[in-house]
């Protein structure tokens, strides 16, 4: 089994100081920078907030992958707030991007999903509550790859769930050895890291 | 150089007959199944069309993959109603769903983006003027592909744009040779196949 951790994820209800009004087009109480963004101009950290679609567009990526369709992944993300979904593999996202916000306000809300189950954790209880012993922290700064089939020997993947920068994480609280790892010299999207690790673990 | 062609996708314009009012949430002219699921009822193969989010999504895995970074492919999206969109590889589509409906509807009205641009053009034709030799057709009930590097055989690779069935081409109007292959045992949505072809080609 292998786990992957979306961390520090850009999705996460919209922050009580902000008090947006909803629109017709866009009735969920989720951060959306695309629709938030002049109310975002003043909120801390912005630009690693407000992504959601990362998450949906990389979860998707997971999820119909073939290492996942052999149950061979735990699939975690981690949010900017220090939550946790578990997502059942065999969760059916909605493919429409609104419905999946639906989806996910509801769980970040009502917690009532019985596929995908929300906590507060931070990313360093989460790995250490789940045993995490060899992680591989991808990041472009990292030491690069050569070989894909070299992501095999890690259990856990860490991959950034925001447009830019990197994964905040205090290693000292972390029990397992964090590797930092580049798969390619430029920076990737969150989806293309996912799809590169999950695939490499089935096809090489 | 390496082709990949999304074919038959599920991408148009509203069609004529359907006569599709539209939605204060919904603005646009592209047939979408999640918001014309009553409308389509009707029409003709329409478990093959309006599935623009296919698209959308299979596109971003392209465009961000190692390969593509790289300048080494030619990306076309072949369409149901037998347009060809030719995809400059340095485009940067909207990750917002409605913002590429957007994109898409006037790409597909006018033609006047400069980055992606539209002909009239059936499946055969296209590959025979990008004079494609050795095409690898991806479906579920093709041969399996044991090792992914043997991708990097073919100079062009044929993914079904829609969420079930075959691709339909007339293979005697084809001068390349077209062979069918399969990457899993199940079937995978196009974004998952686009990737794993896109990543083989770039890491193995």
Redesign the interface.
Known sequence: MYNIVLSNSALELIPKEMKKKKS??YKYDILDS?YHYREMRNLKDRERRG?P??IH?TL??IL???IN?EGLLNIYVHTYDNKVLKINPETRLP???F?FLGVMEKVLKYNDNPLIKMEEKRLEDLLNEINAKRIALLTKNGELVKK?EMLKKYDTFLIGGFPKGEIIINEEEVDGKIEKIS??K?G??A??VA??VC??LF??
């Open positions: 017709k087009i695309n992504r679609d990362i567009i998707l990526t119909d992958s073939p369709h493919r429409n991007y419905r894909t798969i390619y430029k990737l999207m989806w293309t799809g590169i695939y490499s096809f090489s």
